[in-house]
């Protein structure tokens, strides 16, 4: 956005054909007004202020209350406990949702059927109505045992003591996300060009190779942003386990307005720590996406630490002045194979 | 067949795609360090038969020998055994294949892919995998482009990266399949002299392509083909200057 310079009559609307172009180059430009768009803006930062203000000063909205809880310790607690179950359900969701996409893929029908069904069954089954049958597993099975299938049991574990709780809602959570994730990683899998995978078995390659290093970090750029729309959704999806009365985050801020009456702060309390855990995700995936975006473009756009450090080293105003009086734009040298161009690819 | 040992033997190949046979049973040999062209029109077969001999596409019926080697079978006794996915994974690592497309891996480097498959397919320790890519980046004319990656690149000199990724298995045979016809004109030039380089040095290659000068000039044989069939083969000479076949007569007044 650049303020606007000094005005200058522009040239006649109907200027003769064998007008001067010389004359008409050292004319300086107007930029176009875009009154709209300021009346358009002035509305939305004025409506903003108001909510703002609205915030701050309607004691609706107990900010004391907020405040004694935001970093209360049992709040803290029922956080990590959120950061826990949605870091395991993605890490186990994700590890066998690679594995159905891969089997889904293959060349053996069985492997294809087993995959397919798990998908079909786990995307129907509600995963709050899952989550209570994982809670009531015990209900079912009062023992698991490990051995020969349909021969001797070499070792038998009592239910309850196994899947408690937590492992029952990781475990739900994961079995879920599996579903939704073996699906985006296939999609990530069949967008990749097939010459890629038959270049790579011209190369001899093996199988898992082909796929480890060729075929999946191409996928990953399909893969990511779904990925980390998947994510995010199991980060504020935890707060369904609330059904199994686990102490996540939401469940926590229930239990204490459920005793002081305090709702609304609480439930900012809530919001706040989902809001600032989803910017860290999304921070992390912008960067992950940007390390898988390598060779996708000629010209790769610098990260935002390296844009921010050039900006400040070289702020606009500088660049304005600079402009002034300079060569138009354009005229730099730009020769295929310079150096720099070079480094522009490299890593 | 007289001379030198053939390198690369095709016999009696078949290959339907749904029904339709796109290869009617295919004869060809190819001495070790000799150089054949293939000609023909479009869908005759060419790609398929370059793919067949190693085994990108497994033949319906027929054999393919390369160095030696069966290409996807095994004897035991008196039965002939289909190899597994992996064993023929290991046969191909010894035939180099350049793609009419390139299909270079866009997310590594040019060095990363010529050094891709030493490591991955023959478990060369990555220093020395690298440093002989970079040797060979070098041989083709890339030595300062070691680390643009494939989109940064123009046509020719990708072409120029696939053709080094081939060679760094140190193939017995190269097999290209229309290497030059995805690029522009003026940049044809540039990897003609490498293969033409390459065939000079005796490595034995079959080579698809439509540049009929450089077919004359790097070809110890022709071979044309038409609909799934080897019509007429020869030296350049003999087969370009008096075709026998009406097909090929026909064929070479059209892309005169
Ligand atoms: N995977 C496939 N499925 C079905 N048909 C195929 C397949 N691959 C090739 N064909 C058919 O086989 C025939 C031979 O194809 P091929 O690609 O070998 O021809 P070509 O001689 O290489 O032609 P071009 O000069 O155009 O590359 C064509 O009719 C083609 O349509
Ligand atoms: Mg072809």
Redesign the interface.
Known sequence: MSSAPPAAPLPAQHAPLNDDFAELATLPVVPARHYGRWLAGALVVVLTAQFLHGLATNPGWDWPTFFDYLLAESVLKAVWLTIQLTFYGTALGFTLGVLLAVMRLSRSPVLRAVAWTYVWAFRSIPLIVQLLFWFNLAYLYRELGLGIPFGPVFWTFETMHLVGPLAAAVIGLALHQAAYAAEIVRGGIIAV?S??R??????????A?QLR??VL??AMRGILPNAANEIISLFKGTSIVSVMALGELFYQVQVIYGRNGRVVPLLMVATVWYIVLTTVLTVVQHAVERR?A?????EPTPGPFRRAREALQRPPWAARLARRGQAPPGAAPEA??TPE??A???? | MSGPAPMVEVRGVRKSFGGVEVLHGIDLTVAAGEVTVILGPSGSGKSTLLRAI?H?ERPDAGLVRVDGALMGLRRVGGRLHELR??AV???????G?V?Q?F???????ALENVA??PV??LRRPRARARREAAALLDRVGLG??L??????L?GGQQQRVAIA??LA?SPRVLLFDEPTSALDPELVGEVLTVIRDLARGGTTMLVVTHEMGFAREIADTVVFMDQGRIVEQGPPDAVLDRPRHPRTRAFLAQVR
């Open positions: 060009d010459g890629q038959e270049a790579a078995a011209a190369l001899g390659l093996p199988k190779r290093r060729i970090p191409q898988f390598r060779g996708a473009e000629r295929p194979g161009a070079r522009g690819g490299a890593r | 190693n990108l996915e992996r994974l290991r046969q191909r690592a010894r035939i294949f793609f497309n299909h270079l891996f866009p997310h590594l480097t891709e498959a991955g397919a300062d482009r680390d643009a990656y494939p989109r940064q123009s990724r081939a298995l």
